[in-house]
């Protein structure tokens, strides 16, 4: 059974940066991991995802500001958030498929098995 562990939120101002970060329980990262985020009364949303191999995808009201990356040998998968605006307030989720390496789905939360509790980012005007 693969654990996700988030960690990181917090609350900051418009512009303000903070990072992410998701512990697997399975190393090393060899399957398609992604986040997600929800903000209140909204549905989940796709942020970014990285698969096994290959380039990371993002939403497009993150590119430029968000970048994903992982310690692939550690387990740890992280959201690297710049300039970040109210808009981005929301809890902040990491999901996994184990069994997938390629995601040509990777914005949809159905394609994941295993999700982390979440973390929640505040971003004050």
């Known amino acids: 059974q693969l654990e996700l562990a988030e960690s990181g939120g917090g609350s900051v101002q418009s512009g303000g940066s903070l990072r992410l970060s998701c512990q697997s329980s399975?190393?090393?990262?060899?399957?398609?991991m992604a986040w997600f985020r929800q903000a209140p009364g909204k549905g989940r949303q796709a942020v970014a995802g990285?698969?096994?191999?290959?380039?990371?995808v993002y939403v497009d009201s993150v590119k430029g500001r968000f970048t994903i990356s992982k310690d692939k040998g550690k387990g740890i998968l992280y959201l690297e958030m710049n300039n970040l605006q109210p808009a981005d307030t929301a809890m902040y989720y990491c999901?996994?498929?184990?069994?997938?390496?390629?995601?040509?789905?990777?914005?949809?939360?159905?394609?994941?098995?295993?999700w982390g509790q979440g973390t929640q980012v505040t971003v004050s005007s």
């Open positions: 999901a996994a498929d184990y069994s997938r390496w390629v995601c040509p789905l990777w914005s949809s939360s159905t394609e994941y098995d295993s």
């Open positions: 399975i190393a090393p990262l060899t399957y398609c």
């Open positions: 990285l698969p096994s191999s290959g380039p990371p």
